[in-house]
């Protein structure tokens, strides 16, 4: 079946440090993968996505994520985190079939940031 | 532009009553999605639709729940009967086609069924 696990619940870091939000997938093709950010009381904003050729890819606000094929995982970092930053974090996958995208997302992990 | 919008954003019913809850999406994308987010279930796909079909309902949770979609725009989702745990924030998502997927989300509506 397919799944996504977020490991971390909740990361507490401080201002200016470096971040990295784990997501780990199983799925049984090469899916098309998203990291997703939600603040307090708003929609999920898409950060970055991954369909396919590098497997670096950046995002909006100084995010980019990795693509391990061998580790099924799709980890989020950010070299220096903004007291702006905290938020929850979604992971999600799905396949892009016939025009459409069922995503499947983590559970998400809560970073709040200490200044 | 206008992103996509929702509403209410805030609902609350007592148990047993009906409720419907809206989706504008962006002008022009032609698929549609609606997620529900709980404690403890996470955010889960119920349905998605192509214009005004439903080609994929199978996360509705029961015959409680419908959607309709008209005019290739505006979605409605209906829950029927509602029970305490349908309370849940109501996400509504637009894509349009060939974009691979990439879906933008409204702010939600949150149910609470009392």
């Known amino acids: 079946a397919q799944s996504v696990t977020q490991p971390d619940i909740h990361i507490t870091v401080s201002e200016g440090a470096s971040l990295e939000l784990r997501c780990n997938y199983s799925?049984?093709?090469?899916?098309?993968l998203f990291w997703y950010v939600q603040s307090p009381g708003q929609g999920l904003q898409l950060l970055l996505k991954y369909f396919s050729g590098d497997t670096l890819v950046q995002g909006i606000k100084g995010f980019e994520a990795e693509f391990k094929r061998s580790q099924s995982s799709f980890n989020l970092r950010k070299p220096s985190v903004h007291w702006s930053d905290a938020a929850e974090y979604f992971c999600a996958v799905g396949p892009f079939s016939g025009g459409y995208n069922k995503l499947i997302f983590g559970a998400g992990t809560r970073l709040a940031v200490h200044p | 532009g206008a992103g996509v919008s929702q509403s209410p954003s805030n609902k609350v019913t007592e148990k047993g009553k009906d409720v419907e809850l809206r989706c504008d999406p962006i002008s022009g994308h032609t698929a549609l999605y609606w997620y529900r987010q709980s404690l403890g279930q996470g955010l889960e796909f119920l349905i998605y639709f192509q214009g005004n079909s439903a080609p994929d309902k199978s996360g509705l949770p029961s015959d409680r729940f419908s959607a309709e979609r008209t005019g290739g725009s505006v979605s409605t989702l209906t829950i029927q009967r509602t029970q305490q745990e349908d309370s849940a924030v109501y996400l509504c998502?637009?894509?349009?086609?060939?974009?691979?997927?990439?879906?933008?989300f409204g702010p939600g509506t949150r149910l609470t069924v009392t």
């Open positions: 998502a637009s894509s349009p086609t060939g974009t691979g997927g990439e879906q933008y």
């Open positions: 799925y049984g093709a090469t899916p098309y």
